[in-house]
């Protein structure tokens, strides 16, 4: 089948090739959005990533130039307007699960990385400079730390944290307490009140948007860690600065961003950032930043291109493959 790539980098197009000799993939370096959905035109079927825009404007050309299946490379959706799919008799498909334990990892490591300081202490060491001063870290021994979402990824920050010796909370509506009896389910107010380390592992949905707002930040303890290593718009940033300001965040990690779609998998190094929320939250020396690589592990891109391919394998034979997704995922994720 032929195959409009959309957000192709080099390593996308390395894994993809391998696993799908079999179709005709076209790569663009472009994401999809209503200015680029042209270049679609004519393509049976599409894939896309995290960043791609699939709105219903971008949907409609779609499904008036012939495309019949979107091939999300992503576990999240929440970049796809699902109902306009629908309506269009496009179908959509994603890869639910491919490496939970690479984001779970990384979240860990943002963890490790904040708590001990390891960017501060590491360019320290190299221009010369040995001093301990403002590098006091914590034993997370002991700690509570507070997952919003117990999911795959969640339960398995769970499990690495019980090795550190952390007594672990969950919030998570969804979640059976019975598989879990290592970890306490508390509302999230609860949680809140009681984590040292809150750390974001839900999808996002309309339900999720903003769940750490500015009264969520005011719930939790001072000089707490957040991480969210899910999806920026579970944060509002703006609360988060404001806290960072008076010292209520201590630590703050990251690996998605709200506005990301205009900064992250491009190198901007010679570019201005117009982005002045982000560009604030580089300048405090609490606050670590990568740009959604949580996921991006060989075993995960393996993973990924794999379902990838054989999602459209199994659409091109006219079979459910299993991972499709429609409009009452939206309500059940
Ligand atoms: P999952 O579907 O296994 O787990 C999500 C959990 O969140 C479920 O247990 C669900 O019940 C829970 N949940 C739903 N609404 C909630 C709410 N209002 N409050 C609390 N919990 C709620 O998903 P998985 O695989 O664990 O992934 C979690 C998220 O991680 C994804 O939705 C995605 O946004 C993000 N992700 C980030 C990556 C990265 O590279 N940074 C890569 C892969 C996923």
């Known amino acids: 089948m032929r195959v409009a790539v959309f957000s192709a980098r080099r390593y996308d197009r390395e894994y993809l090739e391998a696993a799908g000799p079999q179709h005709e993939l076209v790569f663009f370096e472009a994401h999809l959005d209503s200015d680029t959905a042209r270049l679609a035109d004519g393509f049976r079927a599409i894939c896309v990533f995290v960043n791609d825009n699939v709105n219903a404007d971008v949907i409609k050309r779609l499904a008036g130039h012939g ?27 994603r890869v639910p699960a491919y490496s939970p334990y690479a ?3 990384h979240t860990v490591a943002l963890i490790l990385a904040l708590n001990r300081h390891i960017p501060r202490a590491h360019s320290r060491v190299r221009e010369g400079n040995f001093s301990l001063d403002g590098l006091l870290g914590f034993d997370l021994h002991g700690k509570t730390v507070g997952l919003i979402g117990l999911g795959r990824i969640g339960a398995l920050v769970a499990k690495i944290l019980h090795g550190f010796g952390c007594r672990v909370l969950a919030a998570d509506p969804y979640a059976n307490a019975d598989n879990y009896p290592d970890v ?30 500015a009264q969520a930040i005011a719930a939790m303890k001072r000089g707490v860690m957040l991480v ?7 944060v509002d940033t703006r609360a988060v600065v404001a806290a960072l300001k008076t010292g209520h965040i201590g630590h703050l990690g990251l690996d998605v961003y709200e506005e990301e779609g205009d900064l992250f998998f491009d190198d901007l190094s010679d570019k201005i950032i117009a982005d002045d929320v982000f560009a604030r939250l580089l300048t405090f020396p609490n606050v670590l930043i990568t740009g959604h690589q949580a996921f ?10 794999a379902t990838t391919i054989a999602n459209i394998d199994s659409f091109a034979r006219g079979e459910p493959g299993g991972n499709e997704i429609t409009a009452d995922s939206v309500r059940g994720n």
């Not at 495309?67 to 498909?93: M, P, Q, W, Y």
């Not at 969210?228 to 579970?234: A, K, P, Y």
């Not at 991006?296 to 291109?305: D, K, N």
Request: charged content about 20%; some cysteine; proline content about 4%.
């Open 67 to 93: 495309t019949k299946l979107i091939a999300l490379r992503s576990a999240g959706f929440n970049h796809v307007d699902l109902v306009a799919a629908e309506e269009a008799g496009i179908t959509v498909c």
């Open 103 to 105: 984001v779970a990892e």
């Open 184 to 213: 306490e389910m508390k509302t999230a107010p609860e949680l809140f009140a009681a984590a040292d380390i809150v750390s974001l592992h839900c999808p996002l949905t309309p339900e999720t948007h903003h769940v750490i707002d």
């Open 228 to 234: 969210n290593t899910s999806r920026g718009g579970l």
């Open 296 to 305: 991006f592990t060989a075993e995960a891109m393996h993973a990924i291109a």
